[in-house]
């Protein structure tokens, strides 16, 4: 059996995964349901001045403040440039314990996927894609990648701001 | 782990603190049969529970301790080591408890040396000569088989212990004897161990175990008002697990965020139906929060009867008498906060009795008491509480800290001399500093204060020390009453609102360009001048990076109609200048994102009454993050900088400027002024011929005084103070002008009597007046060129060796002072200093490898560099170079210091110490 079998093999045991599908500059990403609270649209937001650019501000969300993220940023290493006609979304991610906000462009469906779409990500991706993707999902019409979030929300480097 | 087993462990662990309080009380003052009584039912307590629940071990310690203990109430003397055996037992099962409640089981050991020691104890004949007048010895007849029966196998079952107890309740209850018992009460009422917060945890006692026998005897013995004052509350209270009510002051915090944001809406609208319903709300909203914060709050003396062990325990170890003295301990203050205090006080009362107070011997020889006193005391003042403790021992040594703050390089000789003792004192709570010259078993390891000082601004409180000399130390520490709710200034700066907590703001202050309250910029960083004293002062939008209309004022604005919050934090006043003030709100603090509690410019965020979240500001962070990007930059210079700034910066220096007799503008070196003062004209008096003054208790000479003419008298004169030796000598001026940092570039050709020469400041001749009569004694001459001195001075500029001569002369040393290496190559032979003290700037890199020549050479002096502002790079460079310290010109507190090491005979290098 081949390397690439067998890791087929492993994650077919997965089996079924619930994803929600979210865009980001054209791209197409996949965010595991399990960990997203909900989906809301950012109105008034407080920048944190001086904090790290992955940051983009805070949220009253329904009486409780929300840490937002620029996804973008955290994947891309640069900010992400918004069309400035509609207020921006942002998905509500749970982790340990506390809740943040991802911004992202647009927001689609939930797709049911199996392991078998699925291949890891591909060698020559940027160093933070690599670092916080499970692995690709091949659909019908595009690719999607799924994000490790715990590796996202762990990682991310704010310290150094 | 069960329920039952989870209450004993809580329960246990209250009861067991009760004793260790009681049992320091009962050793002091063994008549008190109430205390006793108190101590006996607590531990008899303990082993039933734990023989009904199984635990062997436990009960098998408490069944031995509570022999000890009914021992003493059968009329044996209270000996001190008895006591400390069953302290000592206590802390045994308190480690046992602290296994039980971590997993649930008791851990595997044997108590038999416990147990050995108590039962001699038990057995001891009661007829040995007591320590203390012994109770009445009614009772010491009649209980003496018993304690022979107690003293069984290991093994007792519940029920045995149940019937020997009986017994002994039996033989005791109320009954002929009684009066004996009663009789001391009226003499010694015990202090009431806070019966309010004791009452809740006996309430379970005596349901659970139902042991009407303990009561039996108890109640009799117990002062009437303190038994009825237990029974009535304890039915009325009921035992309530913390989390929940941290959940229901999470949710009454929710409760006003949204009444604020309704009232909010309705101020906007004018709805009167909405109104009256509204204030109704707003009323209920504020009641439920009082309420609820209610139940939150604990008497302090909880936290407190812990410390009359530690001290106990202290005064053993240390072989002191403390007192400890406890007054407040009723106060009520918000349970968190109690927490988040416990461990700060332990540590002041811990330094207290290692520190503060002196030994018996020496306080006698001071004149005072023999045994030490520490008093806790705490107060709810104007919506804060205090906690104060103080001691009456030896204070803390104002001029030991300054020399250290020196050595360490937190302050400068020039900012030194400007403050005030109080801000002096708070440098003993920075990080590492300890006065303390011994690290011992309890404190100074240089942990202590600035734990305290963290700790207690982490919940938004302040400390502050008062110190007098000889006298005692007191640690005053301010809290908020409850960490929840806060009161908040809400300001604008660069278009975005923020808080600053109320807790910290002094003033809200507005600046004028010529007003009297204005904004200078002094070294390219802004200062206020208010009330004629000197305030740094940081702009929000600077620190934040915030862009904004107008210019900011580190580039050299001066921006007039400011607006300035004076926040008063840690002895520090400082200003933070905001565009706009816009209100006062009461906020609910929220904690700030983890991915943000790194930043400490913010304290946390609250969302505001219109529904808007905005960041709290916590202004000693906002302070702290301009004085870090200070030694960031230095820290980052490179070598080339390095040298550019030996060579450039060589004779730059802060000069005071003023007016003295005639328009011309003088100047002295700020490092040679002590302070500056003002005295009213009035308070000036002349003493044949000589203008003096009272300064700091003493006559203070004022020279170049000129009597005011009759009227206005109230007017005030400035007066420059210069310490000399062990004096002051003032200089009356007619203005003082300014401080300004300039590079010197004296020339000496202009010298008259009176100043060493002159210099252009501004476009403007400034004389530079010649201070070392002011700092010398006069009538001291230079050695004669082959004789041996202590100091060489190896200094090319005349301004500075005209300054260092008399200062080095001042303290006593043979001196040499020298312009050139090349002169001092030939006189170091001649004339063996013990020490050279020389200008590190020389031509190219001659500088240092004199220095290294020197080192290499092995029997030459140690070599002190001077250098007009020693970065962290130029002292290692120094080091490697072989220099014995690397001091700063106008350093003069250092290089003294530095000098003083080497002629003292001190040997080890100083290095970091100046700056």
């Known amino acids: 059996m081949s390397a690439e079998q067998r890791m087929r093999r492993d994650m077919s045991i997965v089996d079924e995964i619930q994803l929600v599908s979210v865009r980001i500059e054209g791209q197409l990403i996949g965010l595991p349901i399990t960990s997203v609270r909900d989906v809301f649209s950012i109105t008034a937001m407080t920048p944190v001045p001086k904090a790290d650019r992955a940051v983009a501000g805070l949220v009253n969300l329904r009486g409780h403040i929300v840490t937002i993220l620029d996804l973008g940023y955290l994947l891309n290493s640069r900010r992400t440039e918004r069309q400035s006609e509609q207020e921006p979304m942002a998905v509500g991610v749970e982790w340990l314990g506390e809740v943040f906000g991802l911004v992202v462009d647009e927001i689609g469906d939930v797709l049911s996927l199996s392991g078998d779409s699925s291949e890891p990500m591909p060698a020559n991706m940027g160093t933070n894609w690599a670092r916080f993707t499970r692995r690709v999902h091949k659909l019908e019409r595009e690719l999607m990648i799924e994000i490790d979030l715990h590796a996202l929300l762990e990682t991310m480097s704010l310290q150094a701001a | ?915």
Not at chain 2, 47 to 63: S, V
Not at chain 2, 606 to 617: A, E, F, K, N, P
Request: hydrophobic share 40%.
């Open chain 2, 1 to 915: 782990m069960d329920d039952l087993l989870k209450d004993f462990v809580v329960e246990t662990s209250e009861h067991l603190d009760i004793v260790d309080a009681e049992l320091v009380r009962f050793e002091r003052d063994p008549n008190n049969s109430a205390t006793l009584a108190l101590i006996f039912r607590l531990v008899h307590t303990i082993k039933g529970t734990c023989g009904f629940l199984g635990l062997p071990r436990l009960e098998h310690l408490a069944h031995a301790g509570e022999d000890v203990i009914s021992g003493f109430r059968d009329g044996k003397p209270v000996t001190a080591p008895a006591v400390t055996m069953i302290l000592k037992t206590i802390d045994r099962i308190k480690g046992i408890i602290a296994e039980l409640e971590r997993s649930g089981s008791e851990p595997e050991g044997d108590d038999e040396d416990l147990v050995h020691a108590l039962r001699a104890l038990a057995n001891e004949p009661a007829g040995a000569p007591a320590l203390v007048a012994a109770p009445p010895p009614a009772s010491t007849i009649e209980s003496k088989g018993n304690l022979s029966f107690q003293v069984l196998e290991r093994s007792l079952r519940e029920d045995e212990v149940t019937l020997d107890e009986l017994e002994r309740a039996f033989r005791d209850a109320p009954g002929p004897e009684m009066p004996p018992f009663v009789e001391p009460a009226p003499v010694a009422p015990p202090p009431p161990p806070a019966p309010v917060a004791e009452a809740p945890k006996e309430a379970p006692r005596k349901e659970k175990k139902a042991a009407p026998k303990v009561e039996a005897k108890a109640e009799p013995e117990a002062p009437e008002a303190q038994a009825s004052n237990e029974n009535s509350v304890s039915k009325q209270s009921v035992r309530v697990a913390v989390g929940t009510l941290d959940r229901l002051m999470t949710m009454v915090s929710e409760l006003v965020l949204t009444r604020n944001q309704l009232l909010e809406i309705a101020r906007q609208r004018d709805d009167a139906d909405f109104k009256s319903p509204l204030q109704r709300l707003s009323h209920i909203t504020a009641e439920l929060q009082d309420g609820v914060m209610q139940t939150r709050m604990q008497p302090i003396g909880s936290a407190w009867t812990k410390l009359s062990r530690v001290v106990r325990d202290l005064s053993e170890e240390l072989g002191k008498k403390i007192e400890l003295i406890q007054s407040g301990a009723e106060t009520e203050i918000d349970r968190q906060l109690l927490e988040m205090i416990k461990d700060p006080l332990l540590h002041m009362v811990r330094n207290a009795a290692d520190h503060g107070l002196e030994m018996p011997d020496e306080r006698v020889a001071a004149g005072k008491p023999a045994h030490g006193t520490i008093h806790l005391r705490a107060a709810q003042e104007s919506g804060y509480i205090i906690v104060e403790v103080s001691d009456d021992g030896r204070g803390i040594d104002v001029e030991r800290v300054k020399a250290k703050a020196l050595r360490n390089g937190l302050s400068t000789e020039a900012d030194i001399a400007r403050m005030s003792d109080e801000q002096i004192l708070r440098f003993v709570m920075e990080p590492g500093f300890s006065t303390a010259a011994a690290v011992t078993n309890i404190s100074g390891r240089g942990v202590g204060l600035d734990v305290v000082r963290s700790h207690v601004e982490q919940v938004g409180g302040i400390v502050d020390l008062r110190s007098r000399a000889g006298r005692g130390l007191n640690v005053t520490i301010k809290l908020p009453l409850t960490l929840a709710i806060a009161s908040a200034l809400i300001v604008e700066a660069a278009g975005q609102r923020f808080a600053i907590p109320q807790i910290s703001v002094a003033e809200l202050v507005r600046t004028q360009e010529s007003g009297e309250v204005r904004i200078e910029t002094l070294n390219g960083q802004a200062t206020l001048r208010l009330r004629q004293r000197l305030l740094p002062v940081v702009d929000v939008a600077d620190v934040l990076n915030l862009p904004r209309q107008g210019g900011s004022l580190a580039t050299g604005d001066k921006a007039d109609d400011r607006l300035v919050v004076v926040c008063h934090v840690g002895g520090h006043r400082f200003g933070i200048i905001v565009d706009s003030i816009l209100h006062t709100e009461e906020i609910v603090v929220k904690p700030i994102s983890s991915k943000l509690r790194h930043m400490s410019v913010y304290s946390g965020a609250t969302i505001l009454g219109d529904g808007s979240v905005i960041l709290i500001l916590e202004p000693a962070g906002v302070a702290r993050s301009v004085m870090e990007n200070g030694t960031r930059e230095t820290a980052a210079q490179s070598e080339a900088e390095l040298a550019a700034e030996l060579m450039s910066s060589a004779e730059r220096s802060l000069l005071l400027l003023f007016r003295a007799g005639g328009a011309n503008l003088k100047a002295i070196p700020l490092a040679f002024i002590g302070r500056l003062e003002e005295f009213e004209h009035a308070k000036i008096e002349d003493t044949g011929g000589r203008a003096v003054v009272q300064y700091q208790g003493r006559l203070m000479p004022i020279l170049g005084y000129q009597p005011q003419a009759g009227f206005d008298l109230e007017a005030r004169q400035p007066v420059l103070v210069f310490h000399q030796q062990d004096r002051e000598i003032g200089m009356a001026v007619d203005e003082i002008v300014d401080v300004v940092e300039v590079s010197i570039q004296i020339d000496t050709s202009h010298a008259t009597p009176g100043t060493v020469g002159a210099t252009i400041i501004d476009g403007k001749a400034v004389e530079i007046v010649d201070v070392s009569d002011l700092v010398a004694p006069e009538g001291q001459e230079k050695p004669a060129s082959d004789e041996q001195v202590d100091v060489m001075v190896i200094e090319s500029s005349e301004f500075f060796r005209a300054l260092f001569a008399p200062l080095l002369q001042n303290a006593g040393y043979r001196i040499a002072v020298l312009p050139s290496l090349q002169a001092a190559r030939v006189a170091i032979a001649r004339q063996k200093p013990s020490v050279i003290v020389m200008d590190l700037d020389q031509p190219g890199d001659e500088g240092f490898s004199f220095v290294r020549e020197l080192a290499e050479d092995g029997t030459s002096p140690p070599v002190i560099g001077l250098v007009s502002r020693a970065g962290p790079r130029l002292i290692e460079k120094g080091k490697v170079a072989g220099l014995y310290d690397l001091v700063g010109k106008f350093d003069r507190q250092g290089l003294m210091s530095s000098v003083g090491d080497v002629l003292g005979g001190y040997s080890t290098t100083q290095w970091g110490a100046a700056a």
